[in-house]
């Protein structure tokens, strides 16, 4: 629980007014917590991604959700493929710049996300 007591708040501007994203990363950018909440019925049909700020570009990360209180209800949409096998590596700059699709959650559902960073 180091992370969250010592790391950088971010927050990051989602298209989706129906949807937030907030997350706390380490000072030395190996490791971060997001949170996506579902706060409404979102306009949008299909998920916008989700774009995780601070993170270092030029590093690759493994991004897990994680369920401590049990999974999130989802709709009926499809959930993307990283969401089904429970984990994704990607670099820094694409998951900064690109995001990530989000599941499509029932209003008042969160999802954490652990992003680690891998070795070069």
């Known amino acids: 629980m180091g992370l969250l007591h010592t790391g950088d708040v971010v927050h990051a501007d989602h298209p989706d007014p129906a949807a937030t994203l907030d997350g706390v990363i380490s000072r030395d950018r190996s490791e971060a917590l997001y949170a996506y909440v579902q706060t409404a019925t979102s306009r949008f049909t299909v998920p916008v ?7 270092d570009p030029d590093r690759r990360y493994v991004v897990q959700s994680v369920h401590p209180a049990g999974s999130p209800r989802t709709t009926l949409w499809p959930s993307p493929s990283w969401y089904a096998a429970g984990t994704i590596t990607l670099p820094g700059g694409v998951l900064g710049a690109v995001g990530l699709t989000m599941p499509s959650l029932h ?8 992003v680690t960073s891998v070795a070069r």
């Open 107 to 114: 209003p008042e559902q969160a999802l954490l996300l652990q």
């Open 49 to 55: 991604p989700v774009r995780l700020p601070g993170l």
